[in-house]
């Protein structure tokens, strides 16, 4: 059976807006080769603030657009350039770096990161998370220390180019070529990761799967509506 990988099979793309993110893409991942275009769009050449910038936030001299209702608290740091929507909050400790979209209701939480990633309306990583080169749906929400891993350990630089190779996906015997060399995860509307799940470069989410807590999750393809467990089997035994 064929998978649809179209940015339709992740997200609900009724809004005019969101879908924008992802006009022209045939595969879902390459919306993440057009994030840094759609920031400059957003934020253009000059720094907007509209929402609460709180005492002890520090933004660089970037383009920045910060939307009303948008807080960025105070420890956090908007590096830039970066498209902060109406109502979004950058906690505590958070760190905003290149080329980071969050859409309205979104949040970058206290001791996270994140690095040309697109949070769309209500997707959340709240405590001690990474998300880079990564696209999260509607809703999504990361347990705690969940972190989505953008560069293969054993991806090592061309000693004549100077270049990664890029990261290729099999899914159901077809394999696919990314053209990325840095690639996260991408979880659909309404998927969840427990708590210090790592999802390994070129993750695909289906919407509304769980990921269980602790998991380390291969790259590839899981369907929607799916639990991914992790089953542990932890034994007691008498001290001696």
């Known amino acids: 059976m064929e998978i649809d990988l179209a940015p339709t099979a992740f ?21 993440i080769t057009k994030i840094e275009t759609h920031t400059a769009r957003l934020a253009g050449d000059k720094q907007t603030i509209l929402g609460n910038v ?3 936030a520090y933004l660089s001299d970037r383009p920045i657009f910060i939307g009303e209702g948008a807080v960025i608290e105070p420890g ?5 350039p970066a498209y902060i929507g109406a109502g979004a909050t950058v906690r505590h400790g958070a760190y905003v770096r290149e080329n980071v979209i969050l859409l309205p209701g979104s949040g970058l939480g206290h001791a996270s990161e994140a690095k040309n990633a697109l949070f769309l309306p209500g997707a959340h990583a709240p405590h001690f998370n990474y998300v880079g080169d990564s696209i999260l749906g509607h809703r999504v929400n990361l347990g705690a220390g969940t972190k989505l891993s953008n560069l293969g350990i054993m991806s090592e630089k061309d000693a004549m180019t100077g270049k990664r190779p890029s990261i290729h996906l099999t899914i159901n015997s077809q394999t696919y070529d990314t053209g990325l060399a840095k690639m996260g995860a991408i979880l659909g509307d309404d998927a969840q990761s427990g708590c210090n799940a790592v999802l390994n470069p070129g993750t695909l989410i289906g919407p509304r799967t769980l990921v269980y807590a602790n998991l380390s999750l291969r790259k590839g393809h899981h369907a929607a509506d799916s639990i991914i467990k992790f089953r542990q089997n932890p034994r007691r035994v008498d001290r001696i």
């Open 76 to 80: 956090a740091y908007v590096q830039g």
């Open 54 to 56: 709180m005492p002890g």
């Open 11 to 31: 997200f609900a793309l009724e809004d005019e807006f969101v879908a924008s993110f992802f006009d022209g893409c045939t595969f879902v991942w390459e919306a």
